[in-house]
């Protein structure tokens, strides 16, 4: 009885010790890179019971390879203000995996931005990307450079610039990059026009998230938020509750955001606070998100513009505080590590009955772990947000088909890979021995397809 417990202990050890081994590695050799520690010590540690199945992972040291990007690009990106003063950004692409299609993943203007940043960013999407069934690599980017408060044609200028050396690194068949915190249509308009004119040609699919004139997807704009409600309702669905009736927290007030708030509200539900980096709104009455986008998407303003609208309305400074408002659904919409441990127990205070992450891993690991102990249903970013990749990949279907599908194709198609996206990661779940648990079942689903396409093609 003994041995044979020894016996069946030793691959789970073994599997344990090279996780654990890995970790220490990436982190000696990625020193000050700790938002890319952090992404890959949660992917790695749920991934034991992959390791233990199919040791050849181990064999073929797949996790060592997958943990190092192919490629890693950073540049300057010199820029003129409106005064004629000389500017200078730091640029980056992370080019993270390729075997299972062209790289893919956003770029991201914002003063936080850098090596690790972009890292965690990139090794993210290599699984997400995995998950929605299509043909899409891993990749990230972005840069330093901060929009608030620029003129528009400072913002082209920049864009212009930025795609000047970007444009030596990216195709359609090779890398496509889209917008992400700090780049929308716009920025999206001004690199492609960039692109256009440095190669002398019109190669629609360099870049998703175009405006729909000129080679965009209907349904790419509200893909993330919408896809990210398809998905947290499915998993409502299995314990027999929906958004309808509930009351919903969104933070953020971005692209993401406003279309999980506007599916939310089309589904029943009742969405009372929102946020900017300034603060955050709680409305009693439910937000108004035609305030919303006008203050967001047409005026560029302050969130805290809301309250002179809507007097019952309150505006609190810091966005953290957010989290205190009781809710039945909380969706992080804004940026990574915005929800700790402290606004998880909050949270689980009030009673909340289901987590859905929309920004990119906006739980700390500690959060993650008051939400599991809880039994709060939690849904994990890299599943959770993939629509709007998903949908890009559509934008690049539909490029290089050069049609263009009507606004309801494409959310019929992106409702079908959400509920796919969950029914794989219960499953995966349910195969790995972890029942339930969507963090784990997403991240075993993501890393299979990756891992063994990167075993069919070899040691390259
Ligand atoms: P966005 O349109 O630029 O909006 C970002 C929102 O988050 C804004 O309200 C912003 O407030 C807030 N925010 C940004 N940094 C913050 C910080 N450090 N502290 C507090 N609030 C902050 O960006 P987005 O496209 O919605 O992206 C939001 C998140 O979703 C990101 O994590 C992104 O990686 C993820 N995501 C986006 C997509 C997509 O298709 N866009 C897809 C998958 C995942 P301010 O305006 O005050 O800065």
New binding site residues.
Partial sequence: MKVLEEMKATPLQNAKDYVDRLIKYVEERNPNELEFQQAVKEVLHSLVPVLVKNPTYIKQAILDRIVEPERFISFRVPWVDDNGNVKVNRGYRVQFNSAIGPYKG?L?F?P?VNTSIVKF?GFEQIFKNSLTGQPIGGAKGGSDFDP?GKSDMEIMRFCQSFMTELSKHIGPDTDVP???????AREIGYMFGQYKKLKGAYEAGILT?KGIGYGGSLGRKE??GYGLVYFVEEMLKDKDLSFSASTVVV???????IYAMEKAMQLGAKVVAC????GYIYDPNGINLDTIKQL?EVENK??YEYVKVHPDSTFKVG?AGIWSVPCDIALP????N?LDKEAAVMLVENEVKAVGE???M?STQEAIDVFIENNVLFAP?KAA??G??AVSALEMAQNSARLAWTEAEVDEKLQIIMKDIYSKSVKASSEYGVEGNIVVGANIAGFVRVADAMIEQGVI
């Fill in positions: 956003g991201r914002h936080s960013l608030k889209a917008g992400d915190i700090g780049v929308g998230g893909a993330t933070s953020g007030s971005g692209n993401v955001s946020s900017d980096s300034s967001k302050r969130i966005c919409c804004a940026t990574q915005e929309g920004a990119n906006p970013a947000n993939a709007g990749v």
